[in-house]
């Protein structure tokens, strides 16, 4: 069948597919507006529903026309204009390709822990930047799920994929309360740590680290909220030899979740 072509910003496709960047807009229609040709790849690696394809002739990159040459039946497929196709992707490097897909959620209940199993936490993450980052290192640690507690933002952000570049699709991610967590962790037998500055913390490098692992951090402007004091959480820090006292909470993910992965490798 040959993929239909919008001329026209007017066009309802079109605009349903703007609208789908408000998060409000696309959580009501359980839509993912996916940019670029490797997040849309890692999307359907696993087992994501592609619904509709837009693409620009004149921007496709190599591993653009390998999505499309692997599209199945049954999806839209839909030719934008270079002028339309900026409106929709606004990324400059979007390979020329975006994707709309159905939403998958994960609840905390079908999560199943391994044997040996690594989860991050976090409350209060704010920005897609740091959202992204931490989903990088959890794809590249290996950890088992990250888990956004209470009023974090959108996890299925245009700006959290593109950030994440695609891991938002590797990883498995769940939004849950404290409370639940707290509950989950304890059936499970985990051990949980938290990035605080107290007089019982530890550093971190000074732990050995259990099998069963949870890392907790807390917004860099708040930390952990104080629900979490008498949860017998240990307390870990990192050094800091310099005169400001907190890292970016990516960094500071990123180097415990590190010594945790490479004490798992002795």
Request: one cysteine or more; hydrophobic letters at 40%; proline letters at 3%.
């Amino acid at each position: 069948m040959k993929d239909k072509t919008i001329t026209s910003l007017q066009n309802p496709t079109l605009k349903w597919a703007l609208r789908l960047r408000d998060s409000r807009f696309r959580k009501q229609e359980k839509r993912v507006l996916v940019e670029g040709a490797r997040e849309i790849q890692r999307a359907l690696a696993t087992g994501w529903n592609l619904e509709t394809l837009f693409y620009c002739e004149d921007s496709l990159s190599s591993l653009a026309h390998q999505v499309l040459q692997s599209s199945a039946q049954g999806q839209q497929r839909l030719s934008l204009s270079a002028p339309l196709y900026s409106k929709l992707c606004m990324r400059e490097s979007s390979d020329g390709v975006c994707g709309i897909f159905h939403e998958k959620t994960l609840e905390l209940a079908q999560l199943a822990p391994s044997e040996t199993s690594l989860i991050l936490a976090v409350e209060g993450i704010e920005k897609p930047g740091n959202l992204g980052a931490l989903l990088r290192t959890c794809d590249a640690v290996g950890a088992q799920a990250l888990v956004l507690l209470g009023n974090c933002l959108d996890s299925l952000g245009t700006n959290v994929i593109r950030s994440s570049l695609g891991a938002r699709f590797t990883v498995p991610v769940i939004a849950t309360t404290p409370e639940l967590f707290y509950a989950f962790t304890q059936s499970h037998g985990f051990t949980q740590f938290a990035a605080v500055l107290s007089e019982n913390t530890r550093f971190y490098h000074e732990i050995a680290y259990p099998k069963r692992t949870v890392l907790l951090l807390g917004s860099e402007a708040h930390g952990l909220q104080p629900w979490w004091k008498d949860k017998g959480v240990q307390g870990i820090q990192i050094p800091m030899c310099g005169q400001v006292d907190s890292l970016n909470v990516s960094v500071a993910a990123g180097i415990l979740l590190y010594e945790v992965h490479r004490q798992s490798l002795l």
